[in-house]
């Protein structure tokens, strides 16, 4: 009986399988310190490709910073149009069902965006609607409910650090609201402020936050 013949083994492409592996677990264990440095590679290998995608990038950003503006302004109507044929296409999408909630938070219908919240958060436990559930509360003057979603997200990012001192302190306690402003500063000191500012980027004043904790320990 003849037996099946086996396949000769391409050793080139075993090597060259094992150097890809091997270059991928390195760049994974010590990843690049210059970002740009490898943004500039993937510009001058990638070419046309790489500045379509950023411009694509940039695109939806605006259209999405566009709806909320749009929910900014109270234009709630011309919003959710949008956001409806949105969630149509992708009802499963947190970012849109956030957006929706926002709606409902901005018209002060504060149970029907609870549930667009909620449901995005079942969706993606790390959605953005945990910190639009915690503005809900403080609108509606539930400060310890504010306090635990802004703890959620505090322990994703200290960003929120701010935030939560700020939901402490409206809450009448002061001593917790003087920890997570301390722990902000820590984070955003003087020079980084300067060199934030000076890019454009804003965040909260640390010397406004100083006067905040000086008040608080009176």
Do not use: W
């Not at 009986?1 to 050793?11: Q, T």
């Not at 490898?38 to 411009?55: M, N, R, V, Y």
């Not at 919003?79 to 970012?95: F, M, T």
């Amino acid at each position: 009986m003849l037996k099946p013949k086996s396949k000769p083994v391409n050793y080139f492409l075993v090597i060259v399988i094992i150097l890809i592996a091997a270059a991928i677990t390195m760049r994974i264990m010590f990843p690049p310190n210059d970002l740009r440095k490898e943004i500039e590679i993937l510009q001058k290998t990638q070419g046309p490709k790489f500045d379509s995608l950023t411009a694509r990038l940039a695109s939806k950003n605006r259209f999405f910073d566009s709806i909320r503006y749009l929910i900014s302004s109270g234009k709630l109507i011309a919003a959710e149009n949008i956001i409806d044929q949105l969630l149509n296409k992708e009802p499963r999408n947190d970012y849109y069902l956030t957006l929706k909630g926002e709606i409902f938070s901005k018209r002060k219908q504060y149970d029907s965006a609870l549930y667009y919240y909620n449901y995005a958060l079942i969706i993606n436990p790390n959605s953005g609607a945990t910190v639009e559930k915690a503005k809900l509360f403080i609108e509606c003057k539930q400060y310890p409910r504010a306090i635990e979603e802004y703890k959620k997200a505090f322990d994703n990012n200290y960003d929120f650090s701010y935030l939560l001192a700020k939901s402490f302190e409206l809450n009448k306690q002061n001593d917790s609201a003087i920890k997570y402003y301390q722990i902000y500063l820590d984070h955003y000191p003087d020079s980084l402020f300067q060199q934030l500012k000076y890019q454009g980027i804003y965040i909260y004043p640390p010397d406004s936050v100083r006067i905040k904790i000086k008040k608080l320990e009176k």
